[in-house]
């Protein structure tokens, strides 16, 4: 049987490790669907078209090593704001949302556009300084040498064109429930989501 949840919020605001402990809690599948623009992006710093390499995305794209960096976070964010762009990536995201079994995925549109029939919409968010420290703990651990304002600034200007664009922009579906992460860690915002998901399968 499909059952949806959807996971929204801004970047870095946990919403990648919550769905996927969710997913795993509940054996979901789990689609971080943010990995679609990253892809386009990479392939758009690489020369390519946009909206070709959007229609032509092979979910081996998806695999591709450096996705999780910086770079590849403000081109996506650029690709994003396409809608040709966006358009070619809907029916990918809906078939996921419905497979049998559950789903969860997690964006910036997904309770809103891709899936406003979705079971369950949660929209995690934390303040843009919090976002950014974890943020810049994550790139430092990984090797990277940016510094903390270089994160910071770059959280408030994806945040800025997320929320910002005509197409899909960032923000809570209606009848979403927030959760804040700002004061509370992972365990405690898996709580929070599970009892929030557990009532809408009981
Ligand atoms: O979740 P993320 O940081 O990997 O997403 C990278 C960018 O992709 C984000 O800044 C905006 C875009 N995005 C989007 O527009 N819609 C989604 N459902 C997921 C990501």
Do not use: W
């Not at 605001?13 to 054996?27: F, I, M, P, Q, R």
């Not at 809103?112 to 976002?131: G, M």
């Not at 651990?141 to 270089?150: I, L, N, Y």
Request: with cysteine; charged share 30%; hydrophobic share 45%.
């Amino acid at each position: 049987m499909p059952f949806t949840i959807a996971i929204d919020g801004p970047a870095a605001a946990g919403k990648g490790t919550l769905s996927k402990a969710v997913a795993a809690h509940y054996g979901f599948a789990h689609l971080d669907t943010g990995l679609l623009y990253r892809a386009v992006g990479i392939k758009v710093l690489a020369g390519a078209d946009p909206v070709a390499a959007a229609k032509a995305l092979v979910a081996e794209d998806l695999d591709s090593g450096d996705l999780r960096g910086s770079d590849a976070a403000q081109a996506a964010s650029r690709v994003a704001v396409i809608p040709e762009v966006r358009a070619a990536l809907v029916d990918f995201q809906r078939a996921f949302a419905r497979r049998d079994g559950g789903a969860v995925l997690d964006g910036r549109d997904i309770g809103t556009v891709i899936c406003p029939d979705a079971e369950v919409k949660l929209f995690i968010t934390a303040s843009a300084e919090t976002r950014a420290e974890r943020r810049f703990l994550e790139l430092r651990d990984r090797g990277s040498d940016v510094t903390r304002e270089q994160v910071l600034a770059d959280v408030k200007e994806r945040d800025d064109r997320d929320m910002n664009r005509a197409d899909a922009p960032l923000k809570p579906a209606d009848d979403a429930i927030t959760i804040d992460t700002t004061e509370l860690d992972i365990p405690a915002a898996l709580a929070k989501a599970i009892d929030v998901i557990d009532q809408a399968r009981s």
